[in-house]
Nanobody, 124 residues
Framework: QVQLVESGGGLAQTGGSLRLSCAASGRTLSSYTIAWFRQAPGKEREFVAAIKWSDGNTYYRDSVKGRFTISRDVGPNTVYLQMNSLKPEDTAVYYC?????????????????WGQGTQVTVSS
């Protein structure tokens, strides 16, 4: 089992910044990929960014490249999502998730463990 707890959501203005945190506990994370997904009202959940815990390899959805940065801190077993140049279309509930599947996992079906989500609202 892997337990994930998100924090850091809130309200930001267009062009502003927020940093989300995902604290992981339970199993060792060396074989996991940790990702951020988001779901806006009335829309499907979508992949945002992911990091492979073992080597720090990262990948992003196109619409956040250059604005969002995913990183990890091995000591406290925490993954961060630094979000800069925020846009109203970034408004969503953001979820942290963990996958033990091999490869670049952008679909939520590959993720076994999920946090409770944190709301991000960007005002225009």
């Amino acid at each position: 089992q892997v337990q994930l707890v998100e924090s850091g959501g809130g309200l930001a203005q267009t062009g502003g910044s927020l940093r989300l945190s995902c604290a992981a506990s339970g199993r060792t994370l060396s074989s996991y990929t940790i990702a951020w997904f988001r779901q806006a009202p009335g829309k499907e959940r979508e992949f945002v960014a992911a990091i492979k815990w073992s080597d720090g390899n990262t990948y992003y959805r196109d619409s956040v490249k250059g604005r969002f940065t995913i990183s990890r801190d091995v000591g406290p077993n925490t993954v961060y999502l630094q979000m800069n140049s925020l846009k109203p279309e970034d408004t969503a509930v953001y979820y942290c998730a963990a996958s033990s599947a091999y490869g670049e996992n952008r679909r939520d079906v590959w993720y076994d463990y999920w946090g409770q989500g944190t709301q991000v609202t960007v005002s225009s």
